[in-house]
T-cell receptor
Framework: QQQVKQSPQSLIVQKGGISIINCAYENTAFDYFPWYQQFPGKGPALLIAIRPDVSEKKEGRFTISFNKSAKQFSLHIMDSQPGDSATYFC?????FGPGTRLSVLP | DAMVIQNPRYQVTQFGKPVTLSCSQTLNHNVMYWYQQKSSQAPKLLFHYYDKDFNNEADTPDNFQSRRPNTSFCFLDIRSPGLGDAAMYLC??????????????FGPGTRLTVL
């Protein structure tokens, strides 16, 4: 019930492109859906989060989309930049997915 | 301003020698968490405190203990570190439990090396 899956495991995107990372969960009791960004040697930092009563939330270049019936939510990074290169974790109700390593090529 | 502080940032210990990692917070949050993160893996929750109420994850080894003497401080004690315990240890806080839709704030982590 606690399993959280992410895809893809790694992602390479050209500068200016769109990065899309998906998260699937099993526990229907989850009610908090964040994405964390982690740089090497640093702790994770909250990037964007959504509540289950909203289907989409946008903050700058980052958009989170939520599909409650499918038990999935995704992160879209528009106009990806080399500085976005990091590992991204979904963590519904603080249960972390395995992470996606994003590399944005200049 | 640092909100979740971890000391030390790097800790080297010997196999079997007890070690204590420290976490403090200036947010006055009710919940404090300890995670273990090994290289290229997700953070793994070891336990958390909701105020003084200790909550251990089922698969956390007995070798790991924690203390929370007051709201601001939380300690992770590793009684007999093994080579497999070498990892980054992350402390985090949140105002309330995850079900209340709270942001979780992470410290910078302590990297533990076991020789």
């Amino acid at each position: 019930q606690q399993q959280v899956k992410q895809s893809p495991q790694s992602l390479i995107v050209q500068k200016g492109g769109i990065s899309i990372i998906n998260c699937a969960y099993e526990n229907t009791a989850f009610d908090y859906f964040p994405w964390y960004q982690q740089f090497p040697g640093k702790g994770p930092a909250l990037l964007i989060a959504i509540r289950p009563d909203v289907s989409e939330k946008k903050e700058g270049r980052f958009t989170i989309s939520f599909n409650k019936s499918a038990k999935q939510f995704s992160l879209h990074i528009m106009d990806s930049q080399p500085g976005d290169s990091a590992t991204y974790f979904c963590a519904p109700n603080f249960v972390f997915g395995p992470g996606t390593r994003l590399s944005v090529l200049p | 301003d640092a909100m979740v502080i971890q000391n030390p940032r790097y800790q080297v210990t010997q196999f079997g020698k007890p070690v204590t990692l420290s976490c403090s917070q200036t947010l006055n949050h009710n919940v404090m968490y300890w995670y273990q993160q090994k290289s290229s893996q997700a953070p793994k929750l070891l336990f958390h405190y909701y105020d003084k109420d200790f909550n251990n994850e089922a698969d956390t080894p007995d070798n790991f203990q924690s203390r929370r003497p007051n709201t601001s401080f939380c300690f992770l004690d590793i009684r007999s570190p093994g080579l497999g315990d070498a990892a980054m240890y992350l402390c985090a806080t949140s105002r309330d439990r995850a079900s209340q839709v709270n942001e979780q704030f992470f410290g910078p982590g302590t990297r533990l090396t076991v020789l």
